[in-house]
Every structure is written in C-alpha cells, then in structure tokens.
C-alpha cells in the first residue's frame, strides 16, 4: 500500500487546489480562472525539466498527447465554469463519477473489467448523488435527481467526470510510455502553454493578465497544482488507475467539508452524506470487482 498514502496527497492536494482557484480566482471569471489554473504550474514544473536523461519517447506516447491536448482543454473550461457558478460542495462530489465511466474507458484501452460489486459500487455513486440534494424530497421522489439537472455546476461537473475517465486512462498509458516525474512536468507545461494559448485566442485574454491581477492567487493556486500533479502521476505508476483514482477522488469529501467550513455553503448533512456514499461507492467498484 505505499502508493495509498501518495493518492490520499493528490486528493487533499485537489481539494485545496479547488479552493484556492474559487477563493482567489473565482471573482476574474471562468475563462481567467481556467488561464491561472493551467499557466502557474509551469512555473513551478519547468524546473523538472532540466534533468539530462530524458525517456525514450515513442509513437504511442506523442499520439496520446495529441488525444489529451483537447480533451483536457475542454475539461479545464467546464470545471472552472462549475466551480464559479455553484456551491465547492454541490459540483466537487460529481467527480465521484469518473471511476465509474473508466469501466467503459478501462476496459476499451486497459482491458478492465467489471463485476458485481463494481455494479453495487455504481448503485452508491447514484445513491450518494441523490443524498446530495436529498432536502428537495419534500417536492417529490425524483426532485433530488431533476435538481442535479438543475444545478449548472453538477451537470458540467458529470461532463468533467466522463472527460476525465478518458483522460486519466490515456494519461496512465502515456506515463508507460515515459516516467512518472517527466510526463507529470512535461505534459502540464505543454498543456498549460496549448490551453493558454487557445483561451487567448477565443477569448481574446492575454495570461499575463490573470497573473497582474491576481499574483498571490496565481502562485497559490500553481505550486498546490503543480504538487498534485507530481503526486499524481507517481501515485498512478505505482497502482491500477481505477484504484489510484478511486482514492483520489477522497477530495469529494475534503471539497465538501472546506466548502462548508471556509466558504459557508448550506446543507452540511445532506452533502457530507451524499458525498460518502459518493466515495464508499467508489471503493466497492475498485476493491471488490475483477479490475485488473
């Protein structure tokens, strides 16, 4: 279990990353939000960089990097929209659901499959979801489920999770296809200069101006990002994704209790309850089902 303590890191490190960016960035709106996130990490990782002996880098490595280029892309713009227009502690928990869409992702590039338990596993995500918006029971039976929809935040946040059961498996095969510390440096600093460089031009924002605006918010939110992501990626080499993940997404539960303590969000009960099961769900589909 050494990788166990590394993934718990990256779930509290994702947490507080998530905090920061609403608490700091939050006011500059979605897409400045979206450029601090991904530019200050290269601050932070390009360092990495300069070690001499780099990973024989092959075919399979550099066609995954052009699949995950976009698909993070529009996963950052969603997540940060997400965290600006709804509550840290009602939009956070969807990302309980990427382990559940990795057992079509999983089982398309990594060969894994699923059993029974990985189905009672999905039943406590949906469960646990539901619990989320449990006080609009009194409206009627499937008022918490419509509420999802009606929530903004929750429906780009469950699009964020399907994006990133895609992305966390190629990111997994392209770490194979290298090392841990250089695709966690690498492919952030490339991604950070690609997305910046397409929210600049779509949105006529230049990335400096994030940073003028707001450099303690920047630096903050960089150096929490850049330490996720390093744990991140030595976390996913040493265990099966779907666990790594699974323990990952600990940070539905860190996101609700900071959303509630520093932020001030309503519902503890409800969200703190919805959100375990959230993640209990998550444990039975990785620690009880035949993912290999």
């Known amino acids: 279990m050494y990788w166990f303590p590394v993934a718990l890191s990256t779930a509290l490190l994702a947490a507080t990353s998530d905090a920061l960016t609403k608490a700091y960035l939050g006011p500059f709106g979605t897409v400045k939000m979206a450029l601090g996130r991904v530019f200050a990490p290269v601050i932070f990782l390009t360092p990495l960089l300069l ?6 880098l092959d075919y399979i490595f550099w066609t995954t ?11 950052l713009v969603l997540y940060m929209e997400a965290l600006k227009v709804s509550p840290l502690s009602l939009t956070v928990p969807f990302l309980a659901f990427t382990p559940a869409f990795m057992i079509i992702s999983g089982a398309l590039v990594l060969g894994e499959h699923l059993g029974i338990w990985g189905i009672v596993g999905i039943i406590l995500v949906v469960a646990g ?10 409206h009627g039976l499937f008022a918490p489920f419509l509420s999802i929809f009606n929530e903004k935040g929750s429906r780009l946040m469950i699009m964020v999770a399907f994006l990133y059961s895609i992305t966390s498996v190629l990111g997994k095969l392209a770490i194979q296809h290298s090392s841990p510390t250089f695709f966690a440096s690498f492919y952030f600093i ?4 690609f ?21 303690k918010g920047v630096l903050l939110v ?13 976390a996913i080499s040493l265990a099966p994704a779907a666990y790594m993940i699974a323990v990952k997404r600990l940070s539905v539960l860190f996101s609700v209790i900071i959303g509630i303590v520093f932020f001030q969000e309503k519902g503890l009960s409800f ?4 959100a375990s099961l959230m993640v ?3 444990f039975f589909i990785v620690l009880f089902s035949n993912i290999s």
């Open 190 to 193: 490339i991604h950070g200069i």
């Open 195 to 215: 997305s910046s460089a397409v929210l600049a031009t779509f949105f006529k924002c230049n990335p400096l101006a994030i940073v003028k605006q707001c450099p």
């Open 222 to 234: 960089g150096l929490s990002q850049s330490l996720m992501v390093i744990t991140h990626m030595w």
């Open 271 to 274: 969200r703190l309850s919805g």
């Open 280 to 282: 209990i769900g998550v």
């Open 65 to 75: 990097l052009f699949i995950l280029l976009p698909l993070e892309t529009t996963a």
């Open 51 to 56: 070690y001499p002996d780099w990973p024989h």
């Open 129 to 138: 979801s539901y619990s989320l918006n449990l006080d609009k029971a009194k």
